[in-house]
Every structure is written in structure tokens, then in C-alpha cells.
């Protein structure tokens, strides 16, 4: 996304400003690379030290900076093009986008378990001397009475607000004809506010204020650790929708260049696309030439050239020269879109997925209650007068409420997530980590994804390539880039003029030489590829390089390890036959398809899936998209086309394909750890219930049993990913 | 007696300030950038203007 000054100085970035708050012109900009301090320091000094720019602040967080500018004098171009003069490219922001960021639901849960724990620690001060009464104490019922009053005036208030996140998703729930988990909560607090309210009245030794607020501050972590994830996930993938559209510059009556979000292009506009940027829409060529890399879209390793009249799709990398284009379609009209409607249905089979703390809510719910019901029918029947039954029944509900159930998961799911950041693996959702658990087969993308997704240089002569290194440097096509990335340091040609789709042309220590196309340097009767270059100094011996796409270097290991893993493995690929092939014969994988169009690919993950098998797709192009969308568990490296992080689950950055592994290992050692989890709470129950049945419980044991069992859940899950992983 | 009847409302009080002052920092925004404010602590020179805290 770096771009030269000149390119962002004259551009009109209205599209993105927005009124500050008091009036001066801001904008957003998502800085890329800023991680650090340092960083901080040097981006906001250095730009709050423009003369246009009043005041700027960069979120380390999550990535963004806000710049206000002085009022008339909306600079934002100078802005970009100091930012990437410092090292850090950024983009602009959508405003809807930025504003959305906000996280009013994180505020609201963040202050009802403030106001939980407030509650539960000054309701306990009261209780502490109920419980000393308990335990035969000095305490005359009158002291108790007051202390209960106290206890419930500082606990119920609490409940109510603190309890609202659960008894609004609770009441949603309900009013479409299903019970979540937040039903049997809201019903155990308000049973157990409203009894022990009753029993202060008629002055009985047993109420639950304190017990009914601390479940709700246990409860609330749960909660507010799922949300955290949630919302980094989401902030992640808000981040990756800006970046997907990097706004197409739109070329207005005379000449203008103006910065519009891919949305507001029109079919019929005339747009700008520079070597190195990616197409914004579908179109038609009006001027210049140019190769596409279209490695992304298709699959396909080489470039393809484009000149006057060539159709180009979205998505395809603009490699050598400008190109001026006609939109033929809105960007949710381009080939693009036909793509994107695969993926949403492949994410809508995938919604019906039920999560582990569901499929545990759907068996718990039923079974407290039917126990909460049959103590209080129970021991009426046998004599115990209804008011003391209503009390065991109350007490069945509290000690049973399902504060590990409710840590279980979401303890577990944030540990590993974090154990999996820090090695590079952003993870999108929980449930993401449920359904990587589970898998028994893997399909790979080739290109891109088993191998570097880029071209090396075969056979290296070192002499040869000193040669050529200086032409080559002057280049951006990616032929050139591995030539020059192979000569290490080396000078540059001089008076270099590039040829799009040609090749380039310069002097190199006073003698003429080219580098390109065979027809170009000036090779008779050699066929053009698109896998080799040639170089020669005017009239002397040509020089052939030929490339080939790279095998990763773990990608053997990685293989290895799945298969020791008890997975089976598969390619599908959009590219020929020929090189597939020689990919799966390198790596010893015996199924493998080649030529598949996206569809196609979608179909083959879902024939699997019809199998019975549960398949974890790793892919990052386009192509790939609807197929990682559909299958039941998706990773996208880094460098995938951000339709496609979009649709994977899991994103990996660096060189390797081991965080598949890694990322494998955390999800299973987390499933692990919440089934212990569940086994924990179930065993739990199984005591505690048939304990409250028969009166066994009284405020203090409720308390101690509470708080106990959640920390055993929580402890449990800080084991995730821990071992052969790390 | 009467000396619960004073103390225990004014640890409810000392309690409810802190409660407040969690209130305050929430919606002053002081948990938005945890990664930053832990940086913002180690950098030396404070910024040129003292308008540059806003935003």
C-alpha cells in the first residue's frame, strides 16, 4: 500500500473526513506497523508537528490514528504521505466504520460487574455476620433482620442492574420459544431476591442477597471475557474490511483525482489504477499497458498481460504500468460479488453450528429446574410445610446456578486465543476454535499457501545474476523482484525506461543492456513464457532465468506432523494440472485436483462434508474464499486477499505453515479443557443438588460453593495450550 | 451499637466513591487503549503542544 508522495498530494480525500468535536475537519487513518512505543512517540510528534494538523492521537491497540486539522485546511494527503515517509502506510477510514468501532456494549458490561463487585463485597460484610449466626454465634433476630435489611438494600439494586445483560438476553430468548443459558440465571436471581425478601419479612434465618449478586459478578467475568473476544475479533476483521477497500481513485472533469470509497464508484467512472495497487471493480482498459497478477483470483502463478480494450476483475494486482480503466460494474456488482454470494452461504450452513456451552445449556436447563420443581413438590408432599420446601427449591436453583458453566468455555477460549496471538494466529470467534477441534481432514490451496505464492529464481548462477541485478532492480514485476532479491546488494542501471509487458531497458557500466521478454532482449524464435526472463548487453550472449513458485520450507513438516495428528490430507487447486502435481509429488500427497473454479472448490469441501468428514480448509485467494466459508474450519494466511481472511476463521501471519499445526494443538487442548470443565460442574452438581435437596445448604456453604467451583473452572482453563505447543 | 450504625453506612460510602471513580474512568475512555497508555508512560519528551492529548 506504500505509495510515492506525488501520487497522494493532489488527491481529495473528502469522502473520508468527518466533523470533529468541536468542528475541526478529522479523519481516521488504520496505521499499519505501528506496534511499539517508539512507534507512538515518533508518528504522533511528526505529525502533530504539520502546520495543517491541529491534533493527532494514535489507539496502539487497535491500529488507528485519529488527525483533527486546523479548520479550512484538511491536509489529509500530506498526512499519508508523511506517515509513509516514516515507515508506517496507512488508509483511510470509512466514518461509518470508525464511529462504529465504539464499544458502547463493552462499557455496559465492564460497569454492571464494577457493579456487581461492589455489590457482592458490601452485601458479604453484612452477611459475614448472618453466617456467624449460623454457626451458633451470638445473634439475636433482631441484629440478623437489620443485617438482612442492610445486605438486601445494597444487593438488590445491584442485581437488578447488574443482572439486566442476562435477564434482557434471558427475555429475548424466551419470546422466541427457546431457553438459553441466561433463562435459569435471571429465573435463579429474581426467585432468589423475591424469597429472601420474604424471609426477611417473616424474619427466617436464610437469605441469599449476597449469593444472588456474586453469582452475577462470576457470571459477568464469564460474560465479559467472551465479549473481549469477541470484540477483538471483530475490530480485526473491521480492519481488514478497511483495508479491502483501499478507495479507487477516480480520475473527475479535468483530471482531478479524487479518493472514493469503492462503494460510491459508478459503472462508467473513469478510474486510476497504479502498478502495485489491486483492481478496484470490474473493467474495461481506456490506457496503458500493463501486467495483471491474477494469483489471487485464480489460483494461476503467472502474470497475464493487459492492454487497450482487455477486460480486467476486481481483485487482480496491477503489476508494471498505470493503467487507466472504465468501470463496468459497482463494486457489489463485480466479478467479485458472484464470488462473495458463495461465501455468505457457505457462513450461513455454518451458523447453524451449536457451541459446546449451548449444547450443555440445553441439557442443564431441563434438569435444574425438573430438580428445583421436585424438591419443592417433594418435600411439601412429605410434610415439610411450603415454605420451607419454596426455600430448598430456592436453594437447589442458587447452588446449581451455573457460574462454572458459565466460565467454562469462555475462560478456556480466551486463554488459548491469547496463547495462539502470541504466536501469530489471530483467532475470530470461539466457536472458530470449537469447530478447528474437531476436524479429521485438511485441504490445502496450493498456491500462496504450500508454496510462496511468489516466483524464485531456479538454478542460480551467481555471476549471471550479478549481471542482471542492476536492470532487474529497476523493475517491480515480480520476475525481477526475485532476480534482484537473489543478488543481495548491487548498483542500478542508469537512464532505466520500462516497457510494460515488455521488459526494462538501462546502461549498466556504459554498455546498453535489457532485461525481459525473449522478443524483447532480443531472442530469436524463443517461445514467450511467462516463467522465465532474459538478459543480454546489445550485441553479446543472452542469458536465460528461468522461475518457478517455491515450496514452502515447512510445508513437508507440516504434512508430517497432521498426518501424525491422525488428520488425512488434499489439494484443491485453481491452477494446472502440471504444477500441482509436481507439488503433490513433492510433498507425498496423493489426492489432489487441479483446474477447479471457486465453485467447484465450495463443492468438493461439501461433498466431503456430506462424507461425514469434518474439513479445515486452508486457502488464501479469492478462489478459495467460498470454499474456506464453507468447510467446517478455515485459516487464511496473512497475506491472503483480505476476502478471504474475512471468510476463514483463524489468520496466521509469517512464513510458515506450522501455526496450522500450533493453531490445531491449542484448539484441541481447549476442547480438552472445557469438556473437563463440563465434567467438573456436572460432578459438581451431582453433589451439590441432592445436598440442597435435603437442606444441607444454608447461605454460607451457597457462597463458599460458588465461588469455589468457578475458581476451580478458571484455574483449569489457564492450563490450555500449555506443554508441547509452547 | 450505635457505632455499627455510623461505620457500616460509611464503608458503604467509602465503597460507592470507588464505585464512581470506576464510573469516571470507563467513561472517560481510560480502557479504549490499554497497549497505548502503557507505552504513552515510557516516552520521554512530553509532546510540543498540550493540545495533542485531545481526540
Not at chain 1, 12 to 36: H, N, Q, T, W, Y
Not at chain 1, 376 to 396: C, K, M, T
Request: hydrophobic share 50%; charged share 20%.
Amino acid at each position: 500500500m506504500a505509495m510515492t508522495s506525488h501520487v497522494l498530494e493532489h488527491q481529495d480525500f473528502s469522502a473520508f473526513m468527518r466533523d470533529g468535536e468541536d468542528g475541526r475537519p478529522s479523519i481516521d487513518l488504520l496505521v499499519k506497523g505501528a506496534r511499539c512505543a517508539a512507534c507512538l512517540s515518533k508518528i504522533e510528534r511528526e505529525i502533530t508537528a504539520m502546520p495543517s494538523v491541529s491534533s493527532a492521537r494514535l489507539n496502539l491497540t487497535t491500529g488507528k490514528l485519529s488527525v483533527a486539522f486546523e479548520r479550512g485546511r484538511d491536509d489529509a494527503g500530506a498526512v499519508l504521505e508523511r506517515l509513509d515517509g516514516l515507515g508506517y502506510p496507512a488508509t483511510p477510514f470509512d466514518p461509518a466504520k470508525a464511529l462504529a468501532a465504539h464499544d458502547a456494549e463493552g462499557r455496559r458490561l465492564s460497569m454492571a460487574l464494577g457493579v456487581a463487585a461492589f455489590g457482592a463485597g458490601n452485601a458479604m460484610m453484612f452477611s459475614v455476620p448472618i453466617w456467624a449466626g449460623l454457626f451458633g454465634q451470638e445473634l439475636g433476630p433482631a441484629t440478623r433482620t437489620l443485617m438482612q435489611w442492610m445486605s438486601a438494600a445494597i444487593a438488590a439494586p445491584c442485581a437488578i442492574y447488574a443482572g439486566m445483560p442476562f435477564f434482557t438476553s434471558a427475555w429475548r430468548s424466551l419470546r422466541k420459544g427457546r431457553a438459553n443459558m441466561d433463562v435459569p440465571i435471571s429465573i435463579g436471581v429474581i426467585l432468589t431476591l423475591l424469597i429472601s425478601f420474604v424471609e426477611t419479612v417473616l424474619g427466617g434465618a436464610d437469605t441469599y442477597f449476597d449469593a444472588a449478586v456474586s453469582l452475577l459478578f462470576l457470571l459477568l467475568i464469564g460474560r465479559w471475557l467472551d465479549h473481549r473476544l469477541r470484540a477483538n475479533a471483530r475490530s480485526a476483521a473491521s480492519d481488514l474490511l478497511a483495508m479491502q477497500a483501499p478507495a479507487a481513485v477516480v480520475v473527475g472533469e479535468g483530471g482531478v483525482e479524487h479518493r472514493t470509497p469503492l462503494d460510491d464508484v459508478r459503472a462508467g467512472d473513469l478510474l486510476l489504477v497504479r502498478p502495485g495497487e489491486r483492481i478496484p471493480v470490474d473493467g474495461v482498459i481506456e490506457g496503458g499497458v500493463s501486467e495483471l497478477d491474477n494469483a489471487l483470483l485464480t489460483g494461476e502463478t503467472a502474470p497475464v498481460r493487459a492492454g487497450l480494450n482487455d477486460i480486467c476483475r476486481a481483485g487482480a494486482l496491477n503489476l508494471t504500468g498505470t493503467l487507466r480503466l472504465r468501470a463496468t460494474a459497482r463494486s457489489e456488482d463485480s466479478a467479485v460479488a458472484a464470488i462473495a454470494r458463495l461465501v455468505e452461504a457457505g457462513a450461513q450452513s455454518r451458523s447453524l453450528y451449536v457451541r459446546l456451552a449451548d449444547k450443555a445449556a440445553a441439557l442443564y436447563v431441563p434438569v435444574v429446574h425438573s430438580a428445583a420443581a421436585i424438591t419443592f413438590l417433594g418435600g411439601w408432599a412429605l410434610g415439610l410445610g411450603p415454605r420451607e420446601a419454596l426455600l430448598r427449591a430456592v436453594a437447589v436453583l442458587i447452588i446449581t446456578c451455573p457460574c462454572a458453566l458459565g466460565l467454562a468455555v469462555p475462560a478456556v477460549q480466551i486463554t488459548a486465543s491469547a496463547r495462539l496471538f502470541r504466536r501469530g494466529v489471530l483467532v475470530k470467534s470461539g466457536a472458530a476454535l470449537e469447530r478447528l477441534a474437531e476436524v479429521d481432514h485438511v485441504v490445502f490451496d496450493k498456491t500462496g499457501v504450500l508454496t510462496e505464492g511468489r516466483p524464485r529464481l531456479l538454478d542460480p548462477i551467481p555471476a549471471a545474476i550479478a549481471m542482471a541485478a542492476p536492470l532487474a532492480r529497476a523493475s517491480a514485476h515480480p520476475l525481477a523482484r526475485a532476480l534482484s532479491a537473489q543478488a543481495g546488494v548491487s548498483s542500478l542501471a542508469e537512464d532505466v525506461t520500462e516497457t510494460p509487458g515488455q521488459g526494462v531497458e538501462g546502461w549498466i557500466a556504459g554498455r546498453r543492456a535489457r532485461l525481459g521478454r525473449a522478443g524483447f532482449v532480443g531472442v530469436p524464435g524463443a517461445a514467450p513464457s511467462e516463467t522465465e526472463l532474459w538478459f543480454g548487453f546489445d550485441d553479446d550472449t543472452k542469458i536465460r532465468f528461468a522461475f518457478a513458485d517455491a515450496i514452502r520450507p515447512d510445508a513437508a513438516e507440516t504434512i508430517a506432523a497432521l498426518r501424525q495428528r491422525g488428520l488425512t490430507v488434499e489439494i484443491l487447486s485453481g491452477d494446472l494440472a502440471a504444477p500441482v502435481a509436481k507439488v503433490a509429488a513433492a510433498l507425498g500427497i496423493e489426492t489432489w485436483r487441479a483446474g477447479l473454479t471457486p465453485a467447484e472448490k465450495s463443492e468438493a469441501i461439501a461433498a466431503r462434508g456430506r462424507d461425514g468428514r469434518r474439513v479445515l480448509m486452508v486457502g488464501d485467494g479469492l478462489n478459495d474464499a467460498p470454499a474456506l466459508a464453507n468447510a467446517h474450519a478455515a485459516m487464511a494466511p496473512g497475506s491472503a486477499l483480505d476476502a478471504s481472511q474475512n471468510a476463514a476463521d483463524l489468520v496466521f501471519s509469517g512464513e510458515g505453515l506450522g501455526a496450522v499445526v500450533a493453531a490445531l494443538d491449542v484448539a484441541r487442548s481447549a476442547r480438552r479443557r472445557a469438556l473437563e470443565n463440563f465434567a467438573f460442574a456436572a460432578l459438581y452438581n451431582l453433589i451439590a443438588a441432592p445436598a440442597a435437596m435435603f437442606g444441607f445448604i444454608n447461605p454460607f456453604v451457597a457462597a463458599l460453593a460458588m465461588s469455589g467451583s468457578s475458581l476451580a473452572v478458571t484455574l483449569n482453563a489457564l492450563r490450555t495450550g500449555r506443554g508441547k505447543t509452547s | 451499637m450505635s457505632i455499627f450504625m455510623l461505620l457500616a453506612p460509611l464503608s458503604v460510602m467509602i465503597a460507592l466513591v470507588g464505585l464512581g471513580a470506576f464510573w469516571w474512568t470507563l467513561r472517560s475512555g481510560q480502557y479504549d487503549d490499554p497497549m497505548g497508555d502503557a507505552s504513552r508512560i515510557l516516552i520521554e519528551d512530553p509532546l510540543d503542544r498540550p493540545d495533542a492529548r485531545e481526540a
